[in-house]
């Protein structure tokens, strides 16, 4: 099953073209609950974040921006070492990179939890990144390499279940922490998973390596990946804060473009490339990534600034912000294995158009509530729009992991797989930075014309928007009296709804594209056990 936080294709980060050599069926079981139990906490921790940021924000003293480092710091080491992580388990071994993978990320979440401001957060969650690219392709390649080909399907659907289950009740936790405790234990709470983890690990989970074993890891596209996606990160965070003239902003936008540039030349001459760009003359293969990157970049972008909307503007606890999604996550569970058949039944491409619509209606949707005030407003304004949503990537998700693998050989499936996962990284991480520009650019002018429009004294006015980079975090002025609080109150949230407004347009815009690109590059026919190869 495929969910929110999840790219499509997790479930097929496995072997490098490798053989399984299966383990003693008393130690599948084992294995199995490893995988399950480390996967989870970077699943649960991708998303739980979000809901933890006003509370990150207020309690750090930090701006908006800072708080998106929060969670793009986490995302750029995660898409950059993504596919070096499954190298390097084929390479030194499974079970060990999936174990040091586990304890870098406990030992980074004890990190967060420790942060005193939010540089070192930042920093934290950066090495937080760096274990989860360990882990997540560690935690299905030990599921291959334990289980035969006639077991491997049902333990693979076990995870995904499992998973999908921590996925979708790990916002509802964290949310109820943070309301009753504090944001730190939303971290806290992967020291003892990862705990159990490694002791599975060091007494009954078995070492395998891969086919890839023999090929050298790429270092170099792993740092020129890291540097390329850091670099346009850093520009578009950063330009609503100093402007796109400063030059620090010009020279990271330069560097990342240079480093993405000569990421493509090296990978093109590199003979074991991290990235093998000749998979992408296959015509299914490039149109699914494109559509990847364009689906992605509007859920992963658009659904990180739901929560703040929900907490900061509509006043809701973080414990219900949590929840407001669980319906998603609850359409694409019940209708994964009917949208699995979709593909053999109407062939790749009519799922791949109607699905990306469908969600682009729904995120259409988020764009019409106001100011409502309340979680009580939910089931008339924001559910239409999961719900939408959540069907619209149903159909998509499981014909587009299909697409995906059916478009290569078998021996390519877990480096195309991988990519597939890597992309969809990518563009979420890619898609938070720009939308938050956006936003920003909304949010700065529609301040500043509300301000106006409300008559509000100049002195006043000027203390408030020294605040602008905190968005709906800002806070109001001391010693205003009651009635021009809950203006300048309700000035704030005006504004940011209105750039809340314009991200989920342009997220439905980019669905819509994703849809146009099925249309175009997708081929193949119902019941075509695979999809026709490109040239």
């Known amino acids: 099953m495929a969910q929110i936080g999840r790219p499509p294709c997790d479930e097929a980060v496995i072997l490098h073209g490798a053989q399984p050599t299966p383990c003693a069926q008393s130690a599948r079981r084992w294995v199995l609950g490893a995988a399950i139990v480390g996967s989870s906490m970077a699943f649960v921790d991708g998303t739980v974040v979000n809901v933890a940021l006003p509370a990150i924000q207020r309690d750090l003293s930090a701006t908006a921006f800072d708080a998106q480092w929060v969670v793009e710091a986490y995302a750029l080491f995660l898409a950059a070492l993504l596919l070096v992580g499954g190298s390097l388990g084929d390479h030194y071994g499974r079970r060990r990179i999936f174990a040091y993978g586990v304890a870098l990320f406990a030992l980074a979440s004890i990190g967060c939890a420790l942060a005193r401001d939010i540089h070192q957060l930042i920093v934290a969650r950066s090495v937080q990144g760096v274990g989860a690219a360990l882990l997540v392709p560690g935690s299905l390649a030990l599921i291959s390499a334990n289980f035969p080909t006639d077991e491997r399907g049902r333990a693979i659907g076990t995870w995904s279940g499992w998973t999908g289950i921590t996925a ?80 620090v902003v010009r020279c990271a936008l330069a560097i990342g473009i240079v480093a993405a540039s000569v990421f493509l030349v090296a990978e093109r001459r590199m003979r074991s490339p991290m990235l093998p760009l000749g998979l992408f003359h296959n015509r299914n293969f490039a149109g699914t990534n494109l559509l990847t990157l364009l689906l992605y970049a509007a859920l992963g972008g658009s659904l990180y600034f739901f929560p703040l909307n929900l907490i900061q503007v509509q006043g809701y606890r973080a414990t219900a912000a949590g929840a407001a999604l669980l319906p998603l996550i609850a359409i694409m569970f019940v209708g994964s294995r009917w949208a699995g058949t979709l593909a053999d039944r109407l062939g790749p491409k009519k799922p791949l158009v109607i699905g990306p619509v469908i969600a682009a209606c729904g995120f259409a949707l988020f764009a019409l509530p106001g100011v409502e005030q ?49 992309v969809s990284r990518v563009a979420a991480l890619l898609a938070i930075a720009i939308f938050g520009v956006v936003l920003a650019w909304i949010f700065d002018s529609r301040l500043h014309q509300h301000l106006q429009q ?9 203390q408030l928007a020294a605040q602008r980079d905190r968005l709906a975090g800002a806070e109001i002025p001391a010693g205003v009296d009651a009635a021009v609080a809950a203006t300048l109150k309700g000035v704030v949230q005006e504004s940011f ?3 809340f407004r314009w991200v989920m347009l342009l997220a439905a815009a980019l669905a819509l594209l994703s849809a146009v690109a099925a249309s175009i590059w997708i081929e193949g026919k119902p019941g075509a056990s695979k999809t026709t190869r490109g040239t």
């Open 168 to 247: 979708a009740l790990g916002p509802v936790l964290g949310g109820f922490l943070i309301d009753h405790y504090a944001w730190t234990w939303a971290f806290l709470i992967n020291v003892p998973l990862a705990a159990i983890v490694l002791v599975l690990v060091a007494l009954r989970v078995p070492e395998s390596r891969g086919a890839s074993a023999r090929t050298p890891v790429d270092p170099l596209g792993a740092l020129l990946a890291t540097i390329a996606l850091g670099g346009i990160v850093y520009a578009f965070i950063e330009a609503p804060i100093q402007g796109w003239s400063a030059i």
């Open 374 to 422: 309340g979680a009580a407003s939910y089931w008339s304004t924001f559910l239409p729009a999961v719900v939408l949503l959540g069907t619209g990537m149903t159909v998509t998700v499981a014909p587009l992991t299909t697409t995906v693998m059916n478009s290569v050989g078998p021996e390519q499936a877990g480096v195309a797989s991988g990519i597939n996962n890597a």
């Open 454 to 462: 409300a008559g509000v004294a100049p002195q006043i006015a000027a």
């Open 497 to 499: 709804v209105a750039g």
